[in-house]
């Protein structure tokens, strides 16, 4: 038998999981901890979206479901992430954590989910580490794996808008991650699918008067109007 890519597995503080990942391949940073502790933050406003069934959109080794599944025990998760190789090892941490009964992992092109007319409004939230950066912006890295992941290659933000729209049911919630200077990008394609922005936090690293990410959560059909949080200090 041929032995698959090498792994590491993590074991995040504070969390009682055990995670493994590709040792040189794509790895989860701090991204998905900072919209973990976004949505606990606002986990009372939001009760009503967060215990019912969830999205998450290029989930990878299903660091976010599997961060959040233990704090919102009435929430069953699904993951959809087109590369192979992350959705197995996603499978595989979903049972090694013993939650399979509340994780679904799918192998697939979310891109062709919204053809399945049965899946539109499934879902009461929509989360999403997406990729950041289009494919003619910056450096694409060298390694496939990191280069899906980071750059708009087999994605891009207006086929996210569409897609998240279409999964999420009336008054549902599209929670998100992204780079600060794509803000009037990404509120625009937001409201062009009735996705209406109404909670943001800038991301500051420590001693920088600069965003450098934001975390955003918009609601489908939602009034217009938009809380801004403290701003978030890394």
Known sequence: MIPGPATTVERPPGFELEIEQPKKGYR????????????????????????GDCLDIGCGVGILPLLLARSLPDTRFTGIEIQAELSRLASINVKRNHLTDRIKIINSDYRDSI????????????????????????RTNLCPQKCIARHEQSSDLNSLTRTAAYFLSGKGLFITLFPAERLLELTTRLKAVKLEPKHLQFVHPKHSDRATMLLLAARKNGAPGIIIDKPLLI
């Open 115 to 138: 053809r399945d007319s049965a899946a539109s409004g499934r879902f009461q939230w929509v989360i999403c580490n997406p990729p950041y950066y289009p494919m003619a912006s910056g």
């Open 28 to 51: 989860y940073n701090q991204d998905p901890f900072h919209l973990v502790q976004f949505i606990k933050n606002h986990s009372e406003k939001w009760r009503a979206q967060l215990t």
